[in-house]
């Protein structure tokens, strides 16, 4: 890990970078334990000991210790892995404070979506599969979820949210390039590399690898429309190509920032987060939204 990482985006501490947020304390959690903070188990023939969970709760009473139990606003986030975690410990982090505290969470690019990869198999429910076993995750899923399905579909936030009492807001690319390279396309299940060139730039899928695509949007919309009925709840889903938005600048708030009806991410979370309006902002379908920050990688 780096010594010394940029405070952007939403940790930034300038006005003009990060108008609703700017003067707050804020922290960031590194993260390195596989499986966001959630896992507690220990295998002493294998010598692996995982305590995400452990180290969680200790990063939280050393920062309630040093004078965040006084908070009377907080906000829990978190991008990629770290927006599952934001998910997964949304009502722990909001039971540590007093009831008159004004405690959110928000998951940016955590909506890891349980879907059929480009071969027919489930990739990245395998991996979650073993993650899940490996570090005994189910200790810390919620018991209502686990009342009705496996651990393994309790740690996919389609199936989690619905348990989370706190408010939460889902900020998320619909066509998100991790999720897109990691578990629709994987090496694995697309041997011959015919996805490469679109997993690479978007600008290079086939009409079939876009309908594909536009399948992978409509299981997300489809998996948040009864999350998006409450009250409490916040969402921003661009059609980018993209993966976290809240940390980068020029995707948070910046003169070009992706937009969803004239409003950048940061004001909408800040709509959501100080309840100036509500927020259920979903784009529609690409290729309609010339705001994007798209990504292009280079697999060579």
Not at 109 to 138: K, Y
């Amino acid at each position: 890990m780096e010594s010394q990482i940029p405070f952007t985006g939403i940790l930034s501490n300038k006005p003009e970078e990060n108008p609703d947020f700017f003067n707050w304390n804020r922290v960031k959690l590194r993260y390195c334990d596989g499986a966001s903070f959630s896992g507690d188990s220990e295998d002493e023939t294998a010598q692996l000991q995982f305590r995400g969970q452990k180290i969680w709760l200790a990063a939280m009473e050393e920062l309630m210790s040093q004078g965040m139990q006084k908070a009377d606003q907080a906000l829990l986030s978190g991008c990629s892995a770290g927006g599952l975690a934001s998910i997964i410990h949304c009502d722990e982090f909001q039971s540590l404070f007093p009831k008159s505290s004004k405690v959110k969470c928000l998951s940016d690019a955590g909506f890891f979506l349980d879907a059929i990869d480009v071969s027919g198999g489930r990739t990245l429910r395998n991996l979650f599969g073993g993650v899940v076993q490996l570090q005994e995750v189910q200790k810390n899923l919620p018991e209502s979820c686990l009342n009705r399905l496996d651990p393994t579909s309790c740690f996919f936030p389609q199936n989690m949210i619905e348990h989370i009492e706190t408010p939460l807001f889902l900020l998320n690319a619909a066509y998100d390039v991790w999720q897109v390279q990691a578990s629709l396309a994987p090496p694995s299940a697309d041997p011959l590399g015919s996805w490469n060139d679109c997993k690479s730039n978007h600008a290079n899928c086939s009409s079939t690898q876009i309908q594909f695509l536009q399948d992978f949007r409509n299981q997300m919309l489809r998996d948040i429309k009864d999350f998006s009925r409450s009250s409490h709840s916040g969402l921003f889903i661009n059609s980018c190509f993209a993966h976290c938005q809240s940390e980068r600048q020029e995707t948070w708030f910046a003169d070009d920032s992706p937009l969803i009806e004239d409003k950048p991410i940061a004001v909408a979370v800040g709509d959501w987060y100080f309840e100036r309006e509500v927020v259920k902002a979903i784009d529609c379908a690409y290729p309609c939204d010339n705001s994007c920050h798209n990504l292009v990688f280079n697999f060579k």
